[in-house]
C-alpha cells in the first residue's frame, strides 16, 4: 500500500488512502453479508475478519508517512478539494493515533460478537444473554473515550458520528424538544386514525416495495434490496448501493423502512465521483445522513401527492387488506403517518419519534458514566417510555433490545437520529422554495428533479465541506428546529404538515 513515488505530495496521499478506502468499503461487504446472508455459525470468524481489516485500517492512518504527507501537502499550499482532503485526513489521523490497534481490534471483534448475541437474545428475549455484550463493549468505549482529552467522556463518542458536536449541544437541542413535543403528541394523539395494523400479506408488501422503490429512483443495475433483523444501507463502491427492510404481517413497516434506506442509499450514491477512494468520499456526518433518509421516509412518505400518484399500483399489490381505504388515498396516508405513542422506534411516526431518541440519550449517558448499573438498564427503559410516552413495554424484546445499536458498541450514535429529523424538515423547507413543481412532480412519479436538488445542494458535497456548511449550502443557515417544530404543530391541529 505505498504511495506514488511521483506526483505533488496531494497526488501522492490520495494514491496513500485509495487501499485503505478500498479495504473500508470490503469491511461494509462483511457487514452486509453478516446481516443478510452468513450463517450464524460463521459469527465467529466474521468477527476475527473484521477486526483484522479495521486493525489494517487503523494502523494504515496512523503510518508516518501519513503524517510526512500531510506536512507536505500543506507546505505546498494545498487548495480546493486538496485541503479539504488534507483537513479530514488530519483530523482522523490525529484521532487514530490517540488509540492503541489492539483497541481497535478488539472494538471490532465485540461488536462482531456482540451483534450476534444480540440477534439471538433478541429472539429469546432475553436481557440476561446479551448483558455480557453488552457491559463488554461499555467498558471498550470506556477505554476509547479515555484516549481523548474531551469535557466529557460521551463527547469522544458522539464526535465519531457527528465531527464537532458536543453533548452539551445535544442537551441544548433536546431540552425544548423534550418541554415541547408532549403537549404536541397528545393533542396530535387525539385526532389519530390509528396505525394500519393488518394482517398485511408479506408477498403484497414486497411487491409494493417494489413499485415504491421504482418510481424514486431505485435501479436495479446498481441497487439491491435485502432483508434484515434490523434495517439499514451500505455503499462498497461506485454503483453498488444495497440496502434492506424487514417485513411483518402486522404492519406496513416496510414501506416507510425502505424509504428510509433509500434516502441512505442515494446520498452516497450521488457524491460527487471525483471524490471516491479517499475519505472525501462518504457523507459528511450521520445527522445529515440521517436527515436524507428521514427526507423521504417522512416528508416524501407522508406527502399527499406522492401517494395520489402511486397509490393505485401500490392499492392493488396490498389487495384486499387496504381495500377499506377506497381509491383515495387520503385516508391511507393519515394512518400510516398516524401520530401514536409506540414501543417500537423505527415504527415511530415523527412527531413522537424524537422522545425515543432522547430516552436512549440519557441512558447512554447515565450508562457511560456509571450512574446506570446495566442490570438495572431494562427497568430505565421501561421508565422512561412510560415517562416520556405513555407507552408500557410489555417485555425486552420490544424494549430495551429492539435496537442492535448498543451490540455493536454505537454509543454516541442515537442522538443523530433526533438531529437528523429536524434537519430533515429545514432540508424539505429549502427543497419545496427550490422546487415549485414538487407536488406535481410527486405525484407524477418524476422524482429526478428532487433527486437532482439534494444532489447539488447536499450529497454531492461529500465532506469537501463541514457538516455545519452542508448545512448552510443547502438552506442558508445553520440547523433550526423551527421547521420541525411547525411541522409537528400542524400534526397536531391535524393536517400533514405539507
Same mark, same amino acid.
Given at each position: ?148 482529552? &474531551?469535557? $466529557?467522556?460521551?463527547?469522544? @463518542?458522539?464526535?465519531? =458520528?457527528?465531527? +464537532?458536536?458536543? #453533548?452539551?449541544?445535544?442537551? !441544548? ?114 445527522? &445529515?445522513? $440521517?436527515?436524507?433518509?428521514? @427526507?423521504?421516509?417522512? =416528508?416524501?412518505? +407522508?406527502?399527499? #401527492?406522492?401517494?395520489?400518484? !402511486? ?136 422524482? !429526478? ?50
Amino acid at each position: 500500500m505505498g504511495a506514488a513515488a511521483t506526483g505533488s505530495a496531494a497526488e501522492r496521499l490520495r494514491a496513500r488512502l485509495a487501499p485503505l478506502s478500498d479495504l473500508a468499503r470490503v469491511l461494509q461487504l462483511l457487514e452486509y453479508d453478516q446481516e443478510t446472508a452468513m450463517p450464524r455459525s460463521g459469527a465467529a470468524a466474521r468477527a476475527q475478519q473484521s477486526a483484522t481489516i479495521s486493525g489494517l485500517l487503523h494502523e494504515g492512518m496512523i503510518h508516518p508517512e501519513i503524517a510526512e504527507l500531510l506536512d507536505a501537502a500543506e507546505d505546498e499550499g494545498v487548495d480546493g478539494d486538496d485541503a479539504a482532503l488534507v483537513r479530514e485526513v488530519r483530523r482522523e489521523a490525529d484521532k487514530a493515533r490517540r488509540v492503541p490497534t489492539d483497541l481497535v481490534r478488539e472494538m471490532s471483534m465485540a461488536s462482531s460478537a456482540g451483534q450476534d448475541g444480540w440477534a439471538r437474545a433478541r429472539d429469546d428475549d432475553d436481557f440476561a444473554a446479551f448483558l455480557p455484550f453488552l457491559r463488554h463493549n461499555l467498558e471498550l468505549r470506556r477505554q476509547y473515550a479515555a484516549c481523548f482529552e &474531551v469535557d $466529557e467522556p460521551y463527547d469522544a @463518542l458522539l464526535d465519531d =458520528f457527528e465531527p +464537532g458536536m458536543r #453533548a452539551a449541544e445535544v442537551r !441544548a437541542v433536546f431540552g425544548p424538544l423534550r418541554d415541547k413535543l408532549p403537549a404536541l403528541i397528545a393533542s396530535a394523539g387525539e385526532r389519530s386514525p390509528g396505525v394500519p395494523t393488518g394482517p398485511f400479506a408479506l408477498g403484497g408488501q414486497r411487491r409494493a416495495v417494489e413499485l415504491l422503490l421504482a418510481r424514486v429512483g431505485f435501479d436495479r443495475e446498481s441497487w439491491l434490496l435485502g432483508e434484515s433483523v434490523h434495517p439499514f444501507c451500505v455503499t462498497p463502491g461506485r454503483g453498488d448501493n444495497r440496502m434492506t427492510t424487514r417485513f411483518s404481517e402486522s404492519s406496513l413497516e416496510s414501506i416507510l423502512s425502505c424509504l428510509h434506506e433509500f434516502g441512505h442509499a442515494l446520498y452516497e450514491a450521488q457524491i460527487d465521483p471525483a471524490l471516491d477512494r479517499t475519505p472525501l468520499g462518504m457523507g459528511v456526518s450521520m445527522s &445529515v445522513h $440521517e436527515s436524507q433518509s428521514r @427526507l423521504w421516509e417522512v =416528508f416524501v412518505g +407522508g406527502s399527499i #401527492a406522492f401517494w395520489r400518484g !402511486a397509490w393505485p399500483d401500490v392499492r392493488e399489490a396490498l389487495g384486499s387488506s387496504v381495500q377499506g381505504w377506497g381509491d383515495q388515498p387520503e385516508s391511507f396516508v393519515r394512518a400510516l403517518m398516524s401520530v401514536q405513542p409506540s414501543l417500537i422506534r423505527v415504527d415511530a411516526d415523527p412527531v413522537t419519534y424524537p422522545m425515543h431518541i432522547v430516552l436512549r440519550f440519557e441512558l447512554e449517558q447515565a450508562m457511560l458514566a456509571g450512574d446506570l448499573a446495566l442490570e438495572d438498564l431494562p427497568g430505565a427503559w421501561n421508565d422512561g417510555m412510560r415517562d416520556l410516552l405513555g407507552v408500557t413495554v410489555p417485555d425486552d424484546r420490544r424494549g430495551v433490545l429492539q435496537d442492535v445499536h448498543w451490540s455493536i458498541g454505537a454509543f454516541g450514535y442515537f442522538p443523530t437520529y433526533a438531529l437528523g429529523t429536524l434537519l430533515a424538515a429545514q432540508i424539505w423547507e429549502a427543497a419545496r422554495a427550490g422546487l415549485p413543481d414538487l407536488d406535481a412532480q410527486l405525484e407524477a412519479g418524476d422524482l !429526478a428533479p428532487l433527486r437532482g436538488w439534494l444532489a447539488e445542494h447536499v450529497h454531492s458535497h461529500g465532506r469537501r465541506l463541514t457538516p455545519r456548511e452542508v448545512i448552510r449550502a443547502a438552506t442558508g443557515r445553520d440547523l433550526d428546529a423551527g421547521p420541525y417544530l411547525a411541522y409537528a404543530r400542524s400534526r397536531a391541529e391535524g393536517s400533514l404538515g405539507q
